[in-house]
């Protein structure tokens, strides 16, 4: 006997999950939901906040897109996007995931190593990532990702604050060798940029309060600096 729901506007709901079968979290979103599932939210509202800023946008590229499970809220509101790691366990896992409803092209790159491989990008963001990047490295972490945009190209960086990093779990700060409050942050992205909003965020809420109280930090950057 077919399963009805009690409502029948739910049906719909129990239909998709028949014919689609369930969602399954990546790698890195399964550890979040076991271990800190509110974690997810403050990931989400970031990819929300991204989504918002380059609504539009064509051509898009996600720098250290992890296991891609959120990168879906940003595809959502661009035309094309491409989700590049350097590690390719994570893009293997996001292309076994890959719902052929959401295509996205996937790539395994190390910015590090070089711009990204082919045509100009008209934006490209990067959560979590600018703080694994040792201070050595950043400029042509950075560099490399700007030679990546299109002249009028917009990007986007995401990262902990440093004054947020004594109440980081262990788990969490591993890795962080480049957190910056932020008027750094500001500073080093004016380097590349003429224009360049920081936003601070608490938990799921982006606001412009006062960059020592964030908890996370966010940089828009538009209008590059000729070379």
Known sequence: MEKKTREPQY????EVKEKFGLA???IMSNQCWHDDPKRMAFVLARYKFVAKMLSGKKRVVEVGCGDAFATRIV???????TALDFDPVFIEDVRERMNPRWPVE?????VLDGPIPGQPYDAAYALDVLEHIQPSDEHRFISNIVASLKPHGVLIFGMP????????SPLSKAGHVNCKDGSAFQTLMSNYFNHVFVFSM?????HTG????AHYLLAVCCEQKLA
């Open 75 to 81: 595809q959502q509101e661009v035309e094309s996007l």
């Open 210 to 213: 006062y960059y020592s109280m």
């Open 202 to 206: 608490n938990d799921e809420v982006v």
């Open 11 to 14: 049906q719909y709901e129990l």
């Open 106 to 110: 996937t790539m395994v790159h190390n």
């Open 161 to 168: 604050s440093l004054q947020s990093q004594p109440y980081a």
């Open 24 to 26: 399954n979290l990546g």
